[in-house]
């Protein structure tokens, strides 16, 4: 007998029942005992649930009158409260197809455009995101009530019909973090690709004493499917998770929460990790609490090598997961264990149908690169994105290339535009350069990104907040890396201070989720200042 597709809402209602009495959330409050011990507001499984169900009863009143069942609705809110989460819950319950939108995204002009190839019939907005809603909308516009001021006579009423559930049936749509011709694309998300996604966390999410209740963190905005899938996943084994005031939260506040909030094992993004790992080192008292983490999950990008070992150097109990927002999170984990070479290595999740395929390559490549692999996600996998999203041959290339290390077992190296071709057609490991200018350069340096594509060499692009003179910091940061560019081959190389571009912290363009710069852009923004760069010789 086929087993029954797993979605978010029947996850809920199940868990509801196993764990009814269980906190599924701690929200921050206010408030805080006589002694000044942060407090957190607990709402169990149970309450979830018929918050969800009379939610949703809010929803089918509204919408019924409006827009036909099973019609996609944009929702545009901030994705970062319980309040939002009830809201995206519900919408989906009675009956819709939730269509969501970040706040980082604040133009109300794409916001219709997206809407329009979402074939969108009405768009629900937040008391923020109104204030943006202008009279060009082409659909009703709605705004989210206060769940406390829903009437909750309307739990008398009959609860409004499932939707449709089936494997090709869409469940939400989410969008890309990057933008493509001014736009991000849409990742529309059936219910074959939902349930593979909530079937993964019996690889990511299982609780090591299941005679206790882990608490969890709360990872970014459910507008984004890492939240969303983050929470799918706990929900099935009764993990609460505990919600900063802040995203990132603060040092001060990861500290709280290890200490009176019970939160044991920590899911963050690799960068805002980073900033506590910062902090550690000049913080027994954090590095004590990190270490006595059960686990600290990190994820969105990998964490620099020298954070890498000085967490491992340090006993905290790192696990890398790499995936995607088209493939619905995780889809390879690091082996972990005592081993420092292998503890970072990476393997596939089991039970899907994952690819490394060899990229095309010359010959005169292999003067420089190691053999490539990109990850790609099969057809026949139940996480491979809409067709919408696959190429030519019917599977989703990821542009995720890999080197195999050990059968089965993998590192990261790179996206395919990390991979950048020279004007020779030899390739650059632009990440290499990164790290170590990272690693070397330590506080000269915000953030970088090197760059190059089809040019004879590469420039290395600085985010700083130094007060050094500008000359005198190229020359300082060329001669940190100087070392390591000598041991490589020309095409690869930053060769003087002049392919050092400084420019002030934030400024570069970045993914709106994850924040990481994006190297196509920065090439694109400065054209020009590099076209006169290169011609003027290094």
Not at 76 to 104: C, E, K, N
Not at 118 to 129: E, I, K
Not at 330 to 335: G, P, R
Not at 396 to 405: A, C, S, W
Request: glycine share 6%; with cysteine; aromatic share 8%.
């Amino acid at each position: 007998m086929a087993l029954s597709l797993l979605t978010h809402l029947n996850i809920l209602k199940d868990s509801s029942e196993r764990f009814s009495n269980r906190a599924v959330f701690k929200i921050p409050s206010e408030e805080s005992t006589s002694t000044g011990i942060p407090h957190w507001e607990t709402i169990t499984f149970k309450q979830f649930y018929d918050d969800v169900e009379l939610c949703a009863k809010y929803w089918a009143r509204e919408l019924g009158s409006k827009v036909p069942s099973n019609s996609v609705v944009g929702m545009w809110i901030g994705g970062f409260t319980y309040s939002d989460v009830l809201h995206i819950y519900a919408v989906s319950r009675a009956g819709y197809i939730p269509q969501l939108f970040s706040l980082r995204l604040p133009n109300p002009v794409v916001i219709y455009e997206l809407l329009a190839k979402a074939n969108a019939s009405a768009l629900v907005c937040d008391s923020l995101t109104s204030g943006f809603i202008d009279g060009n909308c082409p659909i009703p516009v709605l705004h989210t009530p206060v769940f406390t001021d829903i009437d909750f006579a309307l739990s008398s009423e009959p609860a409004p019909l499932f939707p449709a559930c089936g494997p090709s049936d869409c469940a939400f749509i989410f969008h890309t973090s990057g933008s493509t011709s001014g736009s991000p694309k849409l990742v529309p998300c059936n219910y074959r690709w939902l349930d593979a996604v909530a079937r993964k966390a019996s690889q990511t999410a299982v609780p090591r004493d299941s005679n206790r209740q882990d608490v969890s963190t709360w990872l970014g905005s459910m507008c984004h499917i890492g939240q969303t899938t983050l929470l799918i996943s706990l929900m099935q084994y009764g993990t609460c998770i505990i919600q900063p005031k802040r995203i990132p939260c603060a040092t001060e506040e990861l500290i709280e929460m290890i200490k009176f909030g019970n939160l044991n094992r920590l899911w963050q993004f690799a960068t805002f990790f980073s900033i506590h790992l910062k902090a550690a080192r000049k913080n027994p008292e954090l590095l004590s609490l990190l270490v006595s983490l059960e686990e600290v999950t990190t994820c969105g990008m990998a964490l620099s090598q020298e954070d890498e070992a000085f967490a491992y150097q340090s006993g905290i109990k790192l696990k890398n997961i790499f995936g995607s927002t088209e493939c619905g999170g995780t889809t390879l984990v690091s082996i972990g264990g005592n081993d420092p070479t292998t503890r970072h290595h990476l393997r596939p999740l089991q039970g899907l149908s994952y690819a490394f395929v060899p990229i095309a390559s010359t010959a005169e490549e292999h003067q420089s690169t190691a053999r490539l692999f990109e990850f790609i996600v099969l057809s026949d996998s139940g996480d491979c994105p809409d067709v919408s999203l696959r190429q030519s041959d019917g599977h989703f290339h990821t542009g995720d290339l890999f080197q195999e290390v050990g059968l089965g077992s993998y590192v990261f190296a790179g996206r395919d535009d990390d991979w950048i071709k020279t004007e020779n057609s030899l390739r650059c490991d632009t990440k290499s350069i990164e790290d170590n200018a990272r690693a070397m350069c330590g506080t000269l340096i915000s953030e970088c990104i090197a760059v190059g594509t089809g040019r004879p060499s590469p420039t290395l692009f600085v985010e700083t907040n130094s007060e050094l003179d500008e000359s005198k910091l190229k020359r300082e940061i060329f001669r940190k890396i100087r070392h390591f560019h000598s041991r490589r081959y020309i095409h690869e190389s930053i060769l003087s201070p002049r392919m050092i571009i400084i420019v002030p912290k934030g400024t570069l363009p970045r993914t709106a989720s994850k924040g990481n710069i994006r190297r196509k852009a920065v090439e694109e923004a400065y054209k020009s200042r590099l076209d006169e760069l290169y011609a003027s010789g290094n």
